[in-house]
């Protein structure tokens, strides 16, 4: 992973000596984020019994960070550096007796560095982008499933490598706003291991979409 974003990097320097205007900019904004699961998973530890499904409900979030726009020739390229913020929901249910109903509701919150590169191509006051979005997981979301008897760990995947596309609009040569929709890549990024080692993958992939004001120097 190390190695793909240090050739982003590269690829950045050696075109920035051909670049005829570049400007710096910082930003930020909210996103709507809805996480989806195809399949209804279920945990097992022992004699004890869990399903977990995701609230697809759209969850609101914040990020903001800074910016470079690099253009030649009515194309950019827009790589940033972006803190941001996201909540997760799922009703995890004890299935462990057919009588079992007892359900509850669990959040996890999640911190992330995201390291967009957009290419973008200008139309008139219009810009159209995308491109790559690196995210870096920065802390250690509480576990989903609470249970006494049993010890279940939460693991995520600390990189994840996904896309956006989007368009923004100048204003005033100084203002930016841009409406940008964010998918993932990977498949499973998060996984529930029972006190065995049996892991249990989520395929819960989260979509975003994210608005968001700049201001360039």
Same mark, same amino acid.
């Given at each position: 992973?190390?190695?793909?974003?240090?050739?982003?990097?590269?690829?950045?320097?050696?075109?920035?000596?051909?670049?005829?205007?570049?400007?710096?900019?910082?930003?930020?904004?909210?996103?709507?984020?809805?996480?989806?699961?195809?399949?209804?998973?279920?945990?097992?530890?022992?004699?004890?019994?869990?399903?977990?499904?995701?609230?697809?409900?759209?969850?609101?979030?914040?990020?903001?960070?800074?910016?470079?726009?690099?253009?030649?020739?009515?194309?950019?390229?827009?790589?940033?550096?972006?803190?941001?913020?996201?909540?997760?929901?799922?009703?995890?249910?004890?299935?462990?007796?057919?009588?079992?109903?007892?359900?509850?509701?669990?959040?996890?919150?999640?911190?992330?560095?995201?390291?967009?590169?957009?290419?973008?191509?200008?139309?008139?006051?219009?810009?159209?982008?995308?491109?790559?979005?690196?995210?870096?997981?920065?802390? $250690?979301?509480?576990?989903?499933?609470?249970?006494?008897?049993?010890?279940?760990?939460?693991?995520?995947?600390?990189?994840?490598?996904?896309?956006?596309?989007?368009?923004?609009?100048?204003?005033?040569?100084?203002?930016?706003?841009?409406? $940008?929709?964010?998918?993932?890549?990977?498949?499973?990024?998060?996984?529930?291991?029972?006190?065995?080692?049996?892991?249990?993958?989520?395929?819960?992939?989260?979509?975003?979409?994210?608005?968001?004001?700049?201001?360039?120097?």
């Amino acid at each position: 992973m190390m190695k793909k974003l240090l050739a982003i990097l590269l690829v950045i320097l050696i075109t920035i000596p051909a670049i005829s205007q570049i400007k710096f900019g910082l930003k930020a904004g909210v996103s709507t984020t809805t996480v989806t699961m195809n399949d209804l998973v279920k945990v097992t530890s022992g004699s004890t019994t869990y399903t977990v499904d995701a609230i697809s409900n759209a969850k609101y979030g914040f990020h903001g960070g800074a910016f470079l726009r690099l253009s030649l020739l009515g194309v950019y390229l827009q790589p940033e550096l972006l803190f941001s913020t996201r909540t997760n929901e799922y009703v995890i249910s004890d299935k462990s007796t057919p009588q079992s109903t007892a359900s509850y509701v669990a959040k996890q919150n999640f911190n992330k560095l995201e390291i967009p590169v957009m290419v973008g191509l200008r139309l008139g006051p219009l810009r159209l982008n995308a491109g790559p979005a690196a995210s870096l997981l920065i802390n $250690s979301p509480k576990a989903l499933i609470t249970d006494p008897n049993n010890d279940y760990k939460s693991l995520y995947s600390r990189m994840t490598i996904g896309y956006q596309a989007g368009i923004s609009i100048n204003l005033l040569k100084m203002l930016t706003f841009s409406l $940008s929709y964010e998918g993932s890549l990977k498949k499973y990024q998060n996984q529930i291991e029972n006190r065995t080692g049996t892991k249990f993958n989520l395929d819960d992939r989260p979509n975003a979409f994210l608005f968001s004001l700049g201001l360039m120097f």
